[in-house]
């Protein structure tokens, strides 16, 4: 089973997290369901979970979640009153296990799930900019554009990986955590290279970059590819050659 040695090698910690939305828009849209997981290597290079978190969060009042979210989701208005958390309660969540870094954040497609969290954390922590900007990203999703064919969602991924007997795409966000936790594991063992996708994202350069450009991050068009891409070939590869 992989360690992620290398990722290991830089951070003390790497955070996967997932979450679900009221919509697809940060800036008018809020988080519903935020999960996340902190990992750490032991002393003995074993891996732990040193922290976790899945909380519902509450709407503002008078606001009512759109059908279809409920139907991809089973998330419903009913659900977030009585278990739901206020979105300043998730924020300070959040970036509690951001701290005592350094610190990679990992999700697929990590540009929309960032811009949330972003948004977010900006409203209601004090030193909340100061975390999210300290952290490194990477975006799972666009590692896994190099090493397989379109589709590629996370459902796609577990398939690939041959993890349907350990994991699920469900929707809900700790069960995409999870998954998400353990593709990365096995995109790790196929390669060793994730360290070189930290803060560079692909984008579709049919539709371009989704909205605001987060600091520190290289984005660079990708295309789809139809087979695992040599390493002179990756999209990190790619963007360093271009820039030298």
């Not at 709407?59 to 998330?75: S, V, Y």
């Not at 984005?219 to 360093?240: C, D, E, I, V």
Request: charge should be negative; charged fraction near 25%.
């Amino acid at each position: 089973m992989s360690n992620l040695a290398d990722i290991f090698t830089k951070y003390k910690a790497v955070v996967f997290f997932d979450t679900e939305t009221s919509g697809l828009d940060a800036d008018t849209c809020q988080i519903i369901e935020l999960a996340a997981i902190r990992i750490e290597q032991t002393a003995r290079g074993t891996l732990r979970m040193a922290d976790t978190a899945d909380v519902f969060v509450k709407l503002p009042e008078g606001e009512k979640l759109p059908e279809k979210i409920t139907e991809l989701t089973g998330i419903t208005d009913e659900l977030l009153e009585a278990e739901g958390v206020t979105e300043g309660e998730a924020a300070a969540r959040f970036t509690d296990m951001l701290r005592g870094g350094p610190v990679l954040l990992v999700a697929h497609n990590a540009q929309f799930d960032l811009l949330f969290c972003r948004a977010m954390i900006w409203r209601h922590v004090t030193d909340g900019e100061e975390l999210f900007e300290g952290a490194d990203y990477l975006d799972s999703l666009t590692v896994y554009k190099d090493r397989r064919a379109y589709p590629h969602k996370l459902a796609n991924a577990i398939v690939a990986y041959k993890l349907e007997d350990k994991v699920q795409n469900s929707h809900r966000a700790i069960d995409d955590v999870a998954a998400l936790f353990e593709v990365c594991k096995a995109m790790d063992d196929e390669r060793a290279d994730l360290l070189e996708y930290v803060n560079i994202f692909g984008y579709n350069p049919k539709y371009g970059v989704s909205g605001f450009r987060l600091d520190g991050v290289t984005y660079w068009p990708q295309r789809f590819n139809k087979y695992m891409q040599s390493p002179g070939y990756t999209l990190p590869a790619l963007a360093k050659g271009a820039r030298t």
